[in-house]
């Protein structure tokens, strides 16, 4: 689809980053993770809280929406669980008094902090027998990868797409109802 050939770099670098993203993402790993520290959350509220945490602990319900990709009745179930699970809470925004916010709760902010935590952990072993030098390289070239694959460096989603020549149905991650 593409002008790289199948065994070019490019290749090689979307194949390995699917593999990553296609197993840290995966439902089972995720459980395997909240397991190992004790937690007891569904997928989605791993995503949420994890996304959350992210942001500083608090977000619009419409932004927590977008984020994990759900429909915004989804995402009012979910906060309701999340709520009743004392997870989060949900406020009236600072800033504008017609929006709400929702903001880990005590408890919330302690299950991010084991979450990142255990992902700490597992990159911190992954890059156990890197070097430093390696591995500041490495932190490095992600750092600026990462925002340029996201559009976030000038150019834009778009040129991001046609660069990793995806097409697209190849979706990782499915829009819930």
Same mark, same amino acid.
């Given at each position: 689809?593409?002008?790289?050939?199948?065994? $070019?770099?490019?290749?090689?670098?979307?194949?390995?980053?699917? !593999?990553? =993203? #296609?197993? /840290?993402?995966?439902?089972?790993?995720?459980?395997?993770?909240? !397991?190992?520290?004790?937690? &007891?959350?569904?997928?989605?509220?791993? %995503?949420?809280?994890?996304? =959350?945490?992210?942001?500083?602990?608090?977000a %619009?319900?419409?932004?927590?929406?977008?984020?994990? !990709?759900?429909?915004?009745?989804?995402?009012?179930?979910?906060?309701? !669980? =999340?709520?009743?699970?004392?997870?989060?809470?949900?406020?009236?925004?600072?800033? &504008?008094?017609?929006?709400?916010?929702?903001?880990?709760?005590?408890?919330?902010?302690?299950?991010?902090?084991?979450?990142?935590?255990? $992902?700490?952990?597992?990159?911190?072993?992954?890059?156990?027998? /890197?070097?430093?030098?390696?591995?500041?390289?490495?932190a490095? =070239?992600?750092?600026?990868?990462?925002?340029?694959?996201?559009?976030?460096?000038?150019?834009?989603?778009?040129? #991001?797409?046609?660069?990793?020549?995806?097409?697209? $149905?190849?979706?990782?991650? %499915?829009?819930?109802?």
């Open positions: 689809m593409g002008d790289a050939p199948a065994d $070019g770099l490019e290749e090689r670098v979307l194949r390995d980053l699917v !593999r990553l =993203l #296609a197993h /840290w993402s995966a439902p089972h790993a995720q459980r395997e993770i909240v !397991r190992e520290v004790g937690l &007891d959350l569904d997928d989605t509220a791993i %995503r949420a809280v994890y996304a =959350l945490g992210l942001r500083g602990g608090a %619009r319900p419409s932004e927590l929406a977008d984020v994990l !990709r759900l429909t915004r009745p989804t995402a009012s179930k979910l906060l309701g !669980r =999340l709520v009743s699970e004392n997870l989060v809470d949900v406020h009236d925004h600072p800033e &504008d008094g017609r929006a709400k916010r929702v903001q880990l709760t005590g408890r919330g902010l302690e299950a991010y902090r084991l979450l990142r935590g255990a $992902g700490v952990e597992r990159v911190g072993g992954a890059l156990r027998q /890197w070097d430093p030098d390696e591995r500041e390289r490495f490095q =070239l992600l750092a600026r990868f990462v925002p340029q694959v996201l559009g976030q460096d000038g150019e834009g989603a778009a040129s #991001a797409q046609r660069q990793a020549s995806v097409a697209p $149905g190849d979706r990782f991650e %499915r829009r819930t109802s």
